[in-house]
């Protein structure tokens, strides 16, 4: 018995701080809750209109994305994306890994969903 270990020492060096960042890892991106209640108000308009089903929401150290689907098996049609450009936020809108539109504000890449886009 006497081999025992204090794991509260060892699991304190990697414990989760507020921001969801690890001590050591890098610090991840994330959509402010604003940000994302405006995205979700986007989303579900389209989702009322039958346009769209299904969405997914990725979150890594260099951008956050919000990836839009008509099915759910199928790739995404749109993806808004925000990341860190030297010292401000931008946002883009994504296509089959082509960028639409880069702002630094959220709203101008929204409406451009308001209206109906077609894939070409």
Request: aromatic share 12%; glycine share 2%.
């Amino acid at each position: 018995m006497s081999n025992l270990i204090d794991l509260s020492k060892k699991f304190s060096e990697t414990k989760r701080t507020f921001s969801g960042q690890s001590k050591r890892g890098p610090k991840q991106i994330f959509f402010t809750q604003e940000e994302f209640r405006k995205i979700l108000a986007t989303y579900s308009e389209h989702v009322a209109k039958g346009e769209w089903k299904d969405y997914a929401i990725d979150c890594n150290s260099d951008k956050a994305c919000f990836s839009i689907f008509r099915h759910s098996y199928e790739t995404p049609i749109f993806q808004i994306s925000k990341r860190k450009n030297n010292k401000h936020w931008e946002f883009s809108l994504n296509t089959q890994h082509r960028i639409i539109k880069r702002s630094r504000e959220l709203s101008t890449i929204l409406n451009l969903l308001k209206d109906p886009l077609k894939l070409v």
